[in-house]
């Protein structure tokens, strides 16, 4: 586990197989998962933190949920849409504080990326997944424009200074950069037009 700050640390994306960057944070009943990864590897590394977990889910791509049957959490909190695939576990619709001896908030992420994203803020860090990311659409990597806006507004009420930013090799980002690169994409959108290409 690599450490941001005294209660919250991550677990490494992986590309064989592909598991995504796992959040923890340490409350003081509980072990915060955001996302659980898809490696056996990651699954044993969570299994051995010696508190009760409680994961979130940031979207249903399985590189960031197929190991969930393996880590015996006791609740996960996703979005109605990742309920869909998950088949259990409790919704969230709107914003939710928690208070495990440190603040959390889980909040809906409008993303491009995927339907149904969270995002987890603590400790002034803001667990964001892939919701920042763009999505393919016939063989191109474009945001749809609108969401793209929603996303921006989303990030910019966010008191977090550092964005935690899956499969990205820096992960933690400062919060100012993410959104200035995010505003460059957004600035290209031609008129009239839904989607914006990016290259990648
Ligand atoms: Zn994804």
Same mark, same amino acid.
């Given at each position: 586990m690599i450490r941001l700050s005294e209660r919250v640390y991550y677990i490494k994306a992986v590309e064989e197989p592909l598991s995504a960057d796992v959040g923890v944070v340490f409350g003081d009943r509980a072990a915060w998962l955001y996302d659980v990864g898809n490696s056996p590897a990651v699954s044993a590394e969570l299994k051995g933190i010696g508190l009760p977990k409680i994961a979130v889910l940031s979207h249903f791509h399985p590189d960031h949920t197929g190991g969930l049957g393996d880590i015996a959490a006791e609740k996960v909190y996703l979005s109605a849409y990742t309920r869909k =695939? &998950? /088949?259990? /576990?409790?919704? @969230? @619709? *709107?914003? @939710? =504080? &928690?208070?495990? /001896? &440190? *603040?959390?908030r889980i909040f809906p992420l409008p993303s491009s990326h995927s339907k149904g994203a969270l995002g987890l803020e603590t400790q002034g860090f803001a667990f964001l997944g892939d919701g920042i990311y763009s999505m393919q659409k016939g063989g191109r990597n474009v945001y749809n424009a609108t969401l793209l806006k929603d996303t921006l507004d989303c990030l910019k009420r966010l008191g977090a200074k550092t964005f935690l930013l899956s499969h990205d090799p820096q992960y933690a980002c400062p919060r100012d950069e993410v959104i200035a690169w995010l505003e460059e994409i957004c600035s290209r959108r031609r008129k009239e037009e839904a989607y914006i290409e990016i290259k990648e």
């Open positions: =695939y &998950i /088949g259990f /576990g409790d919704t @969230v @619709v *709107e914003d @939710v =504080y &928690i208070n495990d /001896g &440190i *603040e959390l």
